[in-house]
Every structure is written in C-alpha cells, then in structure tokens.
C-alpha cells in the first residue's frame, strides 16, 4: 500500500532531512500553506487541501498552472485545515502516514495536532510526525526503534498513566515500571546499540526518538 505525506503548514527545521523520508511513490497531500513546503523541496503535491488563507494569489496561480488537485473550504469551519488532510488520507484508505510541519507559532494547532495520534492510533493508522531529526509515534503495546548508538529516545506517558514499561538496549533501563502521567522519568534516555525495543501493558506512550 502507498504511504501518504501530509505537509502542515507550521515549522520544517531541516529541509534536507525531510526530503530522505520521502519516496517516488509516496501520495503528497498539502494542507493549505503546507504546500509551500513541497515547493521548496521541489515536490509535487497530489492534492492541496483547505481555504487558501495561507497561499498568496501567486503561489495558488502557480499551482493552477501545474494542473495540481485541490479541496478548497471555506474559512470557517469546525476542522483545521491540518484535520481536513489528514481525513482526507484516512479516506482514501492510507494506513501509513508521515506528518511534516506541525510544529510553529500557533500552540492550540501543534497541540491538536499531536492530539490527533491518539484518534489515529485507534484506527491502526501507523503515523509518524518528522520533525527536524527527531521522530514522533504513539504506541499502546510495543515498538522496536532503528538508530544508532548515542541517540536520545524520550518516552512520555499520554492522557494517563503507562503500566509495566520495559525497556531493551536504553541506557537507563525500565523493567515493569509504571510511568505517571506529567512527570518526566522517561525524558532523555540513550540508545546502547543501533535498535532498541519499549513495551508496556496498558496506557500509551509518546516516543520520540532524536537522530543525533
């Protein structure tokens, strides 16, 4: 099944790093000003989604003039534009999905934003936010991570308490251990080898790996 890029129309820190995540075949959905960013690592979006409040006449004539998809609405409305994408995504049927630009000057947006992984784990959708060198999923049972030894790994418990966290192959090791919710035990832990697996029990975990 195709992958899905959804660009949001907030910070992208590192230009060149998006760029590797993406493949020829990826499905490229921009959410309003988002696709400025498709602009400057010069990719075609598949779709433009939202109410252009954020794309100058120019930028939207230019998209015209390239024949590219559009789903325009109407500036006020319930959803964000952000929400619209990724809807649109889920509607079409695409499971695995990497989000770019979520984060910016707007924190109500970044916050529902990162929110929105709770609904998308639900439906077994496999997100993952990019965000410079880090990258940003949401677990309820288990997830073996790929880096390299010495980078940092981050887990937070999300809405509620995490049961029964383990860890393998982190620094500072967790063997059953219950993580509460708004406390910071799982900040900052260090990758001993080049992969490393977390689990818990019940709850959920924000896991936030740093390419260093």
Known sequence: MKRAI????????????????????????????GAKHALELSIKPDIIIGDFDSLSKQE?????EEQIAYVKYKTEKDE???????????DKGFKTIFLFGILGSRIDHMLTNIFALDY?????????????????RLIRN???LQGKKGDLVSIIPFKSDAKKVTTKNLKY???????????SRGISN????DTAEISLASGSLLVIHTNV
Do not use: H, M
């Open 173 to 183: 090791p967790l063997k059953n251990a219950d993580l509460k919710f708004g406390y």
């Open 80 to 90: 964000t534009d952000s929400e619209l994408a990724l809807q649109y995504a889920l």
């Open 6 to 33: 959804i660009f949001y129309n907030g910070n992208l820190s590192d230009f060149r790093n998006a760029k590797q995540y993406i493949k020829k075949t990826d499905y490229i959905i921009c959410a309003d000003g």
């Open 60 to 64: 939207q004539k230019k998209f015209s």
């Open 190 to 193: 260090v990758l001993e080898k």
């Open 120 to 136: 998308l784990l639900s439906v077994k959708a496999a997100v993952t936010i990019i965000e410079g060198n880090q990258e940003i």
């Open 142 to 144: 288990k997830i073996k």
